[in-house]
């Protein structure tokens, strides 16, 4: 066994029946390569940094240097050192499915789900808000709607038991915390965060399907890292075998590295023509057929990868696709480097920020999360999951925390640490002349407007900022309001 399949989440989540009950069995905790530690790089006086200076920008602190990773990857002692091994690796996948509550070892599921399960599922998740909810166009939404939205989960229709079924995702697909595409703000004037948006998922992935809506447009499924309601056209139901069986072939195939990638569009194979791959993705290959031809092509200058796809019926079938040689992607999961942790986060630079990977981007726990997946490292979704994780190696800051105890916890930063305040978090970048700088999606970024309060920069997307001028309010910074430090390393 190959440890690049060591290394595969989905694999680690023991979706490949024996071969990876087998492969889990073997997983033992390792100490990996640990790089030696980053240090900050001395500044000349052309990096002296002034933090309130917003002249290049119009940013306080950034110059229009520091947006190209290899800025940051110059800085770095041993980029290229590995920080984690692939052993190393697996190991840590597999204390995250064991010791998170949050995630999901879809192959441990029993062959039949009981009422209770499934209903505490989906009564899990789909509550009904407890303040005021603005649609689109700020609109209140009604009781009304909130009550045809409950009365479509059809909880009354879960049977007392029922078999276990599986399916792969076809297409990226929004998890909803409703069987309902309706958008929910917190205010008329917010139109970011979706209150009624989950998370995310991409084509390929492993879902166990437990439920459907009333009126028959959504399944609640359970994936490794989430359980919510997906669109039902987005699912393909398989047998347990075809489902795991297309998982453990992924695990030798082609692993999407840029931020998005399509497949070659094509009229012959509508189901597989520009399909958006999101980094991470992994997908089994195929062998070049004896007539050279895929999908009206000659295929030499693509990668012939297999996509699942959905029958009118709904069941599961598979279909060639192509993949250009010259787009990002690579033969296994990155090395898990200080300079790739760079250069991955830097992929996402600009793009929207997207509250649970809402209007096609990404939040803050799912940059991090589809960055270090990447390298084959699994996190669990969300801040709050992934802050407290007890899988994971972490500082922990309380409310007593001196000053002095939270300042010793920024100067021991290292490139790639996660950084949570209450609902965010940031990865860790490097210094210049002794600032720690990070790289986080953000639809804000507060700074003291000098007249006692604070205000936004309205960043809105993958953003580098220094860390010691941002505010959490008036009176706390962000510093003083660390409540973990997650450390993706030795």
């Not at 999961?333 to 920020?353: C, D, H, M, S």
Request: aromatic share 6%; hydrophobic share 45%; with cysteine.
């Amino acid at each position: 066994m190959t440890l690049s399949l060591q290394r595969h989440p989905f694999l680690a989540h023991g979706l490949a029946l024996g071969l990876v009950l087998a492969l889990a069995a073997g997983c033992t905790p390792t100490s990996g390569v640990r790089p030696p530690p980053v240090a900050p790089v001395a500044a000349d006086a052309s990096e002296t940094i002034d933090l309130a200076d917003a002249a290049d920008t119009g940013v306080p602190g950034v110059r229009s240097a520091m947006l190209e990773p290899g800025y940051w990857v110059a800085r770095l002692p041993a980029p290229d050192a590995a920080v984690l091994d692939d052993a190393a690796i697996a190991a840590q996948n597999d204390r995250v499915l064991d010791m998170d509550d949050s995630m999901h070892r879809l192959a441990a599921l029993p062959d039949v789900l009981s009422r209770e399960q499934v209903r505490g599922w989906i009564t899990g998740l789909s509550k009904r808000p407890t303040s005021p909810r603005y649609d689109e166009a700020g609109a209140p939404v009604r009781a009304r709607v909130l009550d045809a939205m409950f009365a479509n989960l059809g909880l009354r229709a879960v049977p007392a038991t029922q078999p276990t079924r599986f399916g792969l995702v076809v297409r990226r697909a929004d998890l909803r915390s409703f069987p309902s595409s309706l958008r929910a703000f917190s205010s008329a004037t917010d139109h970011d965060i979706d209150r009624f948006q989950e998370s995310a998922l991409f084509p390929g992935a492993p879902v166990a399907i437990v439920h459907r809506s009333r009126d028959r447009a959504w399944l609640f499924v359970v994936s490794p890292r989430y359980a919510a309601w997906v669109p039902a056209d987005a699912v393909a139901e398989g047998t347990r075998a075809q489902v795991f069986d297309y998982v453990a072939r992924a695990a030798s195939g082609r692993v999407i590295t840029g931020a998005k990638v399509t497949t070659v569009h094509t009229f012959e194979a509508p189901r597989v023509s520009e399909v958006q791959l999101d980094m991470g993705v992994r997908l089994p290959l195929l062998p070049v057929p004896d007539d050279a031809r895929v999908n009206g092509q000659h295929p030499y200058t693509s990668w012939i990868v297999e996509l699942p796809v959905r029958e009118p019926d709904g069941r599961l079938a598979f279909s060639p696709a192509l993949v250009q040689r010259n787009a990002d992607t690579a033969p296994d999961y990155l090395p898990l480097t200080r300079a790739n942790i760079v250069r991955q986060a830097f992929k996402f630079l600009g793009e929207r920020y997207g509250w649970g990977h809402g209007y096609n981007g990404r939040d803050c726990s799912g940059f991090v999360s589809d960055v270090y997946q990447s390298m084959g490292v699994l996190l669990p979704r969300n801040t709050s999951d992934q802050s407290v994780s007890p899988a994971l190696r972490r500082t922990a800051l309380g409310k007593d925390a001196s000053a002095a105890q939270r300042r010793a916890a920024v100067d021991a930063l290292e490139v790639g640490d996660l950084i949570y305040i209450p609902g965010h978090v940031m990865m860790m970048l490097g210094r210049v002349d002794g600032h720690p700088y990070v790289i986080h999606d953000t639809n804000g970024g507060s700074l003291a407007d000098g007249q006692g309060g604070v205000r936004s920069l309205h960043l809105n997307a993958v953003s580098v900022t220094p860390l010691e001028p941002l505010r959490f309010a008036a009176d706390a910074s962000y510093i003083d309001r660390i409540t973990n430090i997650v450390h993706i390393r030795p």
